[in-house]
């Protein structure tokens, strides 16, 4: 079994506020670490993918990094928005498609 | 470009019936990933099919079936429904390309099952 962990499970934030998540992985036979945004009633939405050990990634106001030796990953919010409320999944994927998703953390952003 | 697809949105079947979902990927992907997400649960791998040909199965047991056509298109049917089955199904797809680091997914808005 390969248990892909995420915390906190929910998060509520006032608006404006920074926050984080970690999601933490398998860190053997590491190939790929996915982070996707799921808006209710809407399709996952692919934020990041992450391979190399210490790789951060950034769009807008999110960033991600990446610790494959110790298996996790921070996903990070500045300034947070409500139109940032959604359900934040990670995954941890090897070749052939097969994705282990976490059980996902959801934000709230109260205006 | 036109993104991943799937029928129906909404489903109401009773224990025992059999229930068949469609999915359609992107253009020009090849590769359609199902995957199973029950209250509480991560989504759960179902498996993924490629070129006309299951590469790889999650743990899931026989009730749950799919199948590719030549376009694709794929199906996912599940026989003899139990309660436990109530769950939202989401597909994905991608180029599914051998040896890749990754293939990225892309998900459809998901088919919601409901089993009475």
């Known amino acids: 079994i390969l248990n892909v962990e995420q915390s906190p499970q929910s998060l509520h934030v006032q608006e404006g506020d920074s926050t984080n998540f970690t999601c933490s992985f398998p860190s053997s036979n590491f190939y790929a670490l996915h982070w996707y945004r799921w808006e209710t009633a809407k399709s996952p939405e692919a934020l990041f993918v992450m391979t190399l050990n210490g790789d951060e990634k950034k769009k807008g106001r999110i960033s991600a990094t990446l610790n494959t030796k110790e298996g996790y990953s921070y996903l990070y919010i500045k300034g947070s928005q409500p139109e940032d409320s959604a359900t934040y999944l990670c995954a941890w994927s090897r070749t052939g498609n097969q994705f282990y998703f976490g059980t996902g953390t959801s934000l709230t952003v109260i205006p | ?116």
């Open chain 2, 1 to 116: 470009k036109a993104g991943v697809t799937q029928t129906p949105r909404y489903l109401i079947k009773t224990r025992g019936q059999q229930v068949t979902l469609s999915c359609s990927p992107i253009s020009g992907h090849r590769s359609v990933s199902w995957y199973q997400q029950t209250p509480g649960q991560g989504l759960q791998f179902l498996f993924e099919y490629f070129s006309e040909t299951q590469r790889n199965k999650g743990n899931f047991p026989g009730r749950f079936s799919g199948r590719q056509f030549s376009n694709s298109r794929s199906e996912m049917n599940v026989s003899t429904l139990e309660l436990g089955d109530s769950a939202l199904y989401l597909c994905a797809s991608s180029t599914g390309t051998s040896g890749a680091f990754y293939n990225e997914q892309f998900f459809g808005p998901g088919t919601r099952l409901t089993v009475l």
